[in-house]
């Protein structure tokens, strides 16, 4: 990977964060938190994954979808990009994962004692 796409992605992730805490008006999008950015090669995708303290997927899912022309369009103005990439949102499921993991060595731990 090219370390101006390693770049673009970084700032995209920064610059996302931003805006969705900052400048959007859906409270749901307050809430969420971008986990990470990639960007084809080509320019043609930009893959935002993201995940949430609380709530349900769906509400989150479906403001980013209902934002998507808005989000893409303010990102577009902070980015130095030739064409703005198509956006796709994806859950991130390591942090639930994650967690899930702990509870069960946790469970695990207080059997033992």
């Known amino acids: 990977m090219s370390h101006s796409l390693e770049?673009?992605?970084s700032q995209a992730?920064?610059?996302l964060s931003l805006i969705l805490l900052n400048d959007a008006k859906n409270d749901d999008l307050k809430k969420i938190i971008i986990t990470e950015v990639r960007i084809k090669?080509?320019?043609s995708v930009m893959s935002i994954y993201y995940t949430f303290y609380s709530g349900k997927k769906e509400t989150y899912e479906k403001a980013l979808n209902e934002s998507k022309g808005?989000?893409?369009s303010a990102l577009a103005k902070k980015l130095?990009?030739?064409k703005m990439p198509e956006l796709v949102f994806i859950h991130d499921e390591s942090l639930e994962y994650g967690n899930h993991i702990y509870?069960?060595?946790d469970k695990i731990k207080k059997e033992e004692n």
């Open 70 to 72: 808005f989000l893409r």
């Open 13 to 15: 992730l920064r610059e």
């Open 7 to 9: 770049r673009n992605e």
């Open 80 to 82: 130095k990009l030739r």
């Open 41 to 43: 090669n080509d320019l």
């Open 103 to 105: 509870d069960v060595l």
